[in-house]
């Protein structure tokens, strides 16, 4: 499996970005989507995930402000990010799961300038 994620930019604080993550096979192969984040020197983590019945999650840092989807006819999973922070700056990653198996994308940088 592999997962191609683009949309990665800088911006400036307070603007909107949308990533998108297009695997390699239907995404309703996958039991779920998410997308992660790497700031410099710190830890990878959940931003979102959406499952195959279509329910989200978020992490607390972004609830409200980011939106995870699936784009049906274009076979994708979308982050839309709102309202941007430079604390949001990292490096974007798509990850897909079956069962046990969990897959990654390389990654796409997001720079949120104050």
């Known amino acids: 499996v592999q997962l191609q994620a683009s949309g990665g930019g800088l911006v400036q604080a307070g603007e909107s970005l949308t990533l998108s993550c297009a695997p390699s096979?239907?995404?309703?192969?996958?039991?779920?989507m998410a997308w992660y984040r790497q700031a410099p020197g710190k830890q990878r983590e959940l931003v979102a995930t959406v499952n195959v019945g279509g329910r989200t999650n978020y992490a607390d840092s972004v609830e409200g402000r980011f939106t995870i989807s699936r784009n049906n006819a274009e076979n994708t999973v979308n982050l839309r990010m709102d309202s941007l922070k430079p604390e949001d700056t990292a490096v974007y990653y798509c990850n897909a799961r079956i069962l046990s198996r969990s897959y990654w994308g390389e990654g796409t940088l997001v720079t949120v300038s104050s």
């Open positions: 096979e239907s995404i309703f192969n996958f039991n779920s």
